[in-house]
């Protein structure tokens, strides 16, 4: 009877997962408590990767450096940190930052850091909605301070067209706690037919000019496919065939 209620089970779970099998955009989990703290390669070894767009005083762009692999420690971008964890954190997360080694943040100049994984969109991917989870707290000692601002994103860009921004659905996470963990963040998008082959971005970002502080932590990232409606619908009809089963039993 257990093999016969399991597949059950496995056919309610199979159409939820059909539905998602054949797109290019893949789940990706992080809780940070697999990496090592001392590995500097560990969070690029990830896939997490970085890029900076300078500013002057008017807003104006100046330029830009990167891609990159991110770094885990020293001067610039990101790091894995521990020592303020909550009570779903574990012990690890990580830590993002400005890029403190541009000396333009003495030249009143204001640095853009992204701290970000990409995929690429395909077509299977299309009509598709996505969701990117999160957990947040600003650092209690450099936590964004003067003018300096935070956010966690969702970006999507087109290489054929320069790499413009066609979409960047977002959460200002400036004003954060210093204490206290927010939880269950998300930001959700759905892939537009036009996004083909564009390049799709998860992670945060923080500008800041005159070396002021940036730090803010987050854990428990998750990017995933909503599952559609007509799923949901499958796998509840599979779980009701399946409490039948076991009322016969």
């Known amino acids: 009877m257990f093999m016969k209620n399991s597949r059950v089970a496995m056919v309610a779970l199979g159409a939820v997962m059909a539905s998602s099998a054949f797109a290019s955009l893949t789940t990706y989990n992080q809780d940070f408590e697999s990496l090592a703290a001392g590995n500097g390669g560990a969070l690029s070894g990830d896939g997490w990767k970085i890029f900076a767009n300078v500013f002057d005083s008017a807003d104006n762009y100046l330029y830009g450096y990167g891609p990159f692999g991110a770094p885990n420690g020293g001067a610039g971008f990101s790091a894995i940190a521990t020592g303020e964890f ?117 992670g945060f970002m923080n500008t800041a000019t005159a070396y002021e502080p940036t730090g803010m932590y987050y854990d428990n990232v998750s990017f995933s496919a909503v599952p559609e409606p007509a799923s949901m619908i499958a796998l509840g009809a599979g779980l009701l065939a399946l409490a039948r089963r076991r009322r016969k039993a």
Not at 106 to 130: P, W
Not at 180 to 187: A, C, D, K, L, R
């Open 86 to 202: 909550g009570p779903n954190t574990g012990l690890q997360y990580i830590n993002t930052y400005s890029d403190y080694n541009n000396a333009d943040h003495s030249n009143n100049r204001k640095i853009e850091a992204n701290i970000f994984q990409e995929q690429i969109i395909s077509a299977a991917d299309l009509g598709q909605t996505f969701t990117f989870g999160f957990d947040y707290k600003a650092s209690s000692g450099f936590g964004p301070g003067g003018a300096s601002r935070t956010w966690a994103f969702i970006k999507v860009l087109d290489p054929a067209n320069g790499f413009n921004l066609v979409a960047f659905p977002r959460i200002e996470t400036t004003a954060a706690s210093t204490s206290t963990w927010s939880e269950n963040n998300s930001i959700n998008i759905t892939i537009d037919p036009s996004w083909t082959n564009n390049i799709l971005q998860f």
